[in-house]
């Protein structure tokens, strides 16, 4: 299997405009893969003074997404779930996804994301279910 590279990962996440127009930094990772962070702010806020739920969902979604490329699949979402356990206050400290895969198909793909602190505060909690459309390299 061929396994992109990082620079891949990293230019699929920019790919998604929106992650640029959100301000969501794309960060390379030690093992190779990258990890979306935020620090959020009032652009990023809801009402309440807390980063909207579509930004915490946006993160969470392509950071599935591309746990998924990392594999060497081009996905879709078919569902996605999320569960807020604390609100992201503008100005909280900055909050990073962590993905996983749970089901690797050769159709559908299965990952959860968290939105963490640097401390390990859990924000929220992802899980998503993706179609694969096909491999992004063949070799």
Do not use: W
């Amino acid at each position: 299997m061929h396994k992109p590279t990082q620079e891949q990962i990293i230019e699929f996440c920019h790919a998604n405009t929106v992650i640029d127009f959100l301000e969501i930094e794309v960060v390379p990772t030690p093992d190779g893969e990258a990890r979306l962070e935020l620090c959020a702010d009032s652009r990023h806020a809801n009402l309440y003074s807390m980063a909207h739920g579509g930004v915490l969902t946006t993160m969470a979604d392509t950071a599935m997404g591309a746990k998924c490329l990392a594999l060497n699949k081009r996905v879709v979402t078919i569902s996605l779930t999320i569960e807020f356990m604390h609100a992201v206050m503008i100005h909280t400290p900055r909050i990073f996804t962590e993905a996983t895969v749970l089901h690797d198909g050769r159709k559908t793909m299965v990952c959860e994301c968290k939105i963490l602190d640097a401390k390990g505060k859990l924000y929220a909690k992802a899980n998503a279910t993706f179609f694969v459309t096909g491999l992004l390299s063949e070799a």
